[in-house]
T-cell receptor, first 115, second 115 residues
Framework: DGGITQSPKYLFRKEGQNVTLSCEQNLNHDAMYWYRQDPGQGLRLIYYSQIVNDFQKGDIAEGYSVSREKKESFPLTVTSAQKNPTAFYLC??????????????FGPGTRLTVT | AQKVTQAQTEISVVEKEDVTLDCVYETRDTTYYLFWYKQPPSGELVFLIRRNSFDEQNEISGRYSWNFQKSTSSFNFTITASQVVDSAVYFCALSEASRGNKLVFGAGTILRVKS
């Protein structure tokens, strides 16, 4: 089945540790995205990548880093510099053709708790 | 600046009632796209609909319908004969073609359907 996988579903870390969240897609989508969701709020864009080996900062990139070495994979690292890392993290992907804006498909999310 | 407003934080209805979720957006672009997503308790966002700014036709899909009005910058979502399985958080989102397919989400509306 085609889709997006994120692992693990729940992640617990101590403050001061870096942690990497995985995101894999087999939809053959060019573009991939990372969002953060806090309780009672909408999703906010952290980073996105429209092509392999290239990515751009979103609205709240501080304290996060990404890589895009393969089309299928877009891991997100939450660094110790992120002041409030506890949140629900969602990865998404979309096709990219011409200048149109296509729907993004989301993974199941990773709930990160940092204490 | 982009902005998506979902003024209804939470709505409660009884099963079989019709319910409309409001979405108002702001953009200076002439080419833009509007989306609705459903987030059930499992957390994964489910794509419902995509509309471009040049297509103001209303759309119906089963019990779901969407009313897009550029004159009022609104893209409202109606569920007819609601069911308990419709209980979820619903997000409206906007993207502008000039901004690389980045989605800006509203804060979401929690819909509770009681039996």
């Amino acid at each position: 089945d085609g889709g997006i996988t994120q692992s693990p579903k729940y992640l617990f870390r101590k403050e001061g540790q870096n942690v990497t969240l995985s995101c894999e897609q087999n939809l053959n989508h060019d573009a991939m995205y990372w969002y953060r969701q806090d309780p009672g709020q909408g999703l906010r864009l952290i980073y996105y990548s429209q092509i392999v080996n290239d990515f751009q900062k979103g609205d709240i990139a501080e304290g996060y880093s990404v890589s895009r070495e393969k089309k299928e994979s877009f891991p997100l690292t939450v660094t110790s510099a992120q002041k409030n890392p506890t949140a629900f993290y969602l990865c998404a992907s979309s096709t990219k053709r011409g200048g149109s804006s296509y729907e993004q498909y989301f993974g199941p999310g990773t709930r990160l708790t940092v204490t | 600046a982009q902005k998506v407003t979902q003024a209804q934080t939470e709505i409660s209805v009884v099963e079989k009632e019709d319910v409309t979720l409001d979405c108002v957006y702001e953009t200076r672009d002439t080419t833009y796209y509007l989306f609705w997503y459903k987030q059930p308790p499992s957390g994964e966002l489910v794509f419902l609909i995509r509309r471009n700014s040049f297509d103001e036709q209303n759309e119906i899909s089963g019990r779901y319908s969407w009313n897009f009005q550029k004159s009022t910058s609104s893209f409202n979502f109606t569920i007819t004969a609601s069911q308990v399985v419709d209980s979820a958080v619903y997000f409206c989102a906007l993207s502008e073609a000039s901004r690389g397919n980045k989605l800006v989400f509203g804060a979401g509306t929690i819909l509770r359907v009681k039996s």
